[in-house]
């Protein structure tokens, strides 16, 4: 089975703190997704990656930023938390292009509060 | 532009029967595929059925189904005989290529289901 795996499933941090959101996949996949879920504005995508050391802004980037180093692993970096990035932070991973149904799997998710 | 729509915020539906969740998206690629999630109260994403836009069949995995109309551009999912469990948001998905070697996702605002008994 696919494991995607985050770090944290609660965080709570002081607004101004640098955050680190991890996430690990053990199953080779090329690309790679931060997402942020609210209440009625459904998922809503920061970052991705398609390979190490690439990234690609999503549609909200602003405040965030990312890391891979190595393909398994993709964090997510809040460089000065602010209450506006109370949340639920999703990462997910998919095989990549050539793949038939190339499917999304999901970690279980941060819960982030920024006091 | 990308877009999935999900018009319905919450359903119901009696234990035992069947649901269908309604789900249009709007792309002008020609290949792209159209998935069906799961996200119980725990809050993880379950991946439940996947549909190619050349399938010309609609796919199936045990009680859930996806009703494809292509030329209407609508990827319903079934869901038959109804369980407690199937209480839970779904989001309907569309996967289309991004630039360079990559695909991006785009997500519905979900439906909440509520299974009563």
């Known amino acids: 089975d696919v494991k995607v795996t985050q770090s944290s499933r609660y965080l709570v941090k002081r607004t101004g703190e640098k955050v680190f959101l991890e996430c690990v996949q053990d199953?080779?996949?090329?690309?790679m997704f931060w997402y942020r879920q609210d209440p009625g504005l459904g998922l809503r995508l920061i970052y991705f990656?398609?390979?190490?050391?690439?990234?690609e802004k999503g549609d909200i980037p602003e405040g965030y930023s990312v890391s891979r180093e190595k393909k398994e692993r993709f964090s997510l970096i809040l460089e000065s938390a602010s209450t506006n990035q109370t949340s639920m932070y999703l990462c997910?991973?998919?095989?990549?292009?050539?793949?038939?149904?190339?499917?999304?799997?999901f970690g279980a998710g941060t819960r982030l509060s920024v006091l | 532009a990308q877009k999935i729509t999900q018009t319905q915020p919450g359903m119901f539906v009696q234990e035992k029967e069947a649901v269908t969740l309604d789900c249009t998206y709007d792309t002008s690629d020609q290949s792209y595929g159209l998935f069906w999630y799961k996200q119980p109260s725990s809050g993880e994403m379950i991946f439940l059925i996947y549909?190619?836009?050349?399938?010309?069949q609609n796919a199936t995995e045990g009680r859930y189904s996806l009703n494809f109309q292509k030329a209407r551009k609508s990827a319903n999912l079934v869901i038959s005989a109804s369980q407690l469990g199937d209480s839970a948001m779904y989001f309907c998905a569309m996967r289309v290529r991004a630039g360079g070697t990559g695909n991006q996702f785009y997500f519905g605002t979900g439906t909440s289901l509520t299974v009563i008994p």
């Open positions: 997910a991973s998919s095989p990549g292009t050539g793949v038939a149904k190339n499917i999304q799997y």
């Open positions: 990656s398609y390979d190490v050391k690439m990234k």
């Open positions: 199953m080779d996949h090329e690309n």
């Open positions: 549909q190619g836009s050349y399938d010309e």
